[in-house]
């Protein structure tokens, strides 16, 4: 077979497009993102047909060299593998150079700090309850923060004590929301906030929600002004899942050995939690 020539920048150029309605809106926007910054600069002038794995190579050990982490070393790969699978499949390549790519690096993970469980507690009760019930439900359930920021208070099932996971909230690029590029997503108001499927393609079985939790979230609800949504700020819009505790990794220990303030922004626990992203 005789690959057919086309410019590696004008078929990711494609590729993005065509994929634009089967993907989700971050991660649509994660591909882009790799494409003009990873591989186009590197890639983009040769043809599809004559990219070889000594590119290939050279592509990785460029980006070893780079502050990317393996992990985002690795992400890139996986996309360029499934960009040439996608090539072939079109007889613009006649084979895969970025198949079986090893990505041997130097292990690039940190020490992680566990705090004690009464640092947790002590550092819990500084927040304000709408992170508190926030974090409590991401504990008993396990979602995401995309889906936990997309609960309605239709998801939430106080007499039979189950919540349901139905979507996630993201924050996707506006142009791309008004013209409607993405099937499957709910633009919410003017925003650049929109619901869309879960990330898991699996679907997600009720889970239990403990008296407890029950009884937090329908506090919560007392307070908040009327608003389908169970995590809101006070003008009843979802909390923004790009704003949400902006600084929440970088804490400064106090001296009770609780979490006192954040380092990035020097501000108390509360303060730093409802700050809040432009829309």
Known sequence: MDAQPKLFSR?????LETTK???KPQTWGNYRSMIEKRLKPTLGDFEVRDVTRADVQGLRDRLFKTKLSRKSVKNVFLLLHKLFEDATDLELAASNPAH?????APDDSI????PKPEDVLLTFAQLPPIYQALLATAAMTGARRGELLGLRWEDIDSVRGSVS????LQRVNKKLLAAGAFRGVEQIGASGLALAAPKSKKPRPEMELPLRLSAMLQLLRRGQPESSFVFQDELGAPLDPDGFI???TRLRIGPRSSVSACTACGTSIRAC????APR
Do not use: Y
Not at 11 to 15: I, M, T
Not at 273 to 276: D, G, K, L, S
């Open 11 to 15: 078929f990711c150029d494609d590729w």
């Open 21 to 23: 309605a089967t993907r």
């Open 100 to 104: 079986k790519i090893k990505l041997d």
């Open 111 to 114: 020490e992680r700090h566990v």
């Open 165 to 168: 996971i139905r979507r996630g």
């Open 246 to 248: 902006p600084c929440s």
């Open 273 to 276: 939690c409802t700050r809040r």
